[in-house]
């Protein structure tokens, strides 16, 4: 399985930013489409961004568009979720992971990754 690792998680005030990473030190994380997930207490996992393994395509969930933007940094073999205007709600543990059925980013989904690794816990108080 390719099992990437999250991290950049943390406490942040309401209105705060953050900024995910995604790794993986034995892919090319380049070679898939990652889909960044959360899923808060009590919660399904809801998906809410992708960057495509075709040329870089990105997809946004309506919950999340405006604030959240995904890159990825091919030189560094990294994705990154870079998280603006943070409220409550946005509270959860947050994943990321190859969704090798897509070639790019067409829809978002709430499921269907390879794989799943532990995860990078949001918090979003004050």
């Known amino acids: 399985q390719v099992q990437l690792v999250e991290s950049g998680g943390g406490l942040v005030e309401p209105g705060g930013s953050l900024k995910l990473s995604c790794s993986s030190s034995?892919?090319?994380?380049?070679?898939?489409?990652i889909g960044w997930f959360r899923q808060a207490p009590g919660k399904e996992r809801e998906g809410v961004s992708c960057?495509?393994?075709?040329?870089?395509?990105?997809r946004t969930a309506d919950s999340v568009k405006g604030r959240f933007t995904v890159s990825r940094h091919e030189a560094k073999n990294m994705v990154y979720l870079q998280m603006n205007n943070l409220n409550p709600e946005d509270t959860a543990v947050y994943y990321c992971?190859?969704?090798?059925?897509?070639?790019?980013?067409?829809?978002?989904?709430?499921?269907?990754?390879?794989?799943w690794g532990q995860g990078t816990q949001v918090t979003v108080s004050s």
């Open positions: 992971a190859p969704v090798s059925l897509m070639r790019s980013c067409t829809v978002i989904l709430n499921g269907g990754a390879d794989s």
């Open positions: 034995y892919r090319n994380l380049a070679d898939y489409t």
């Open positions: 960057i495509g393994g075709d040329a870089g395509s990105t």
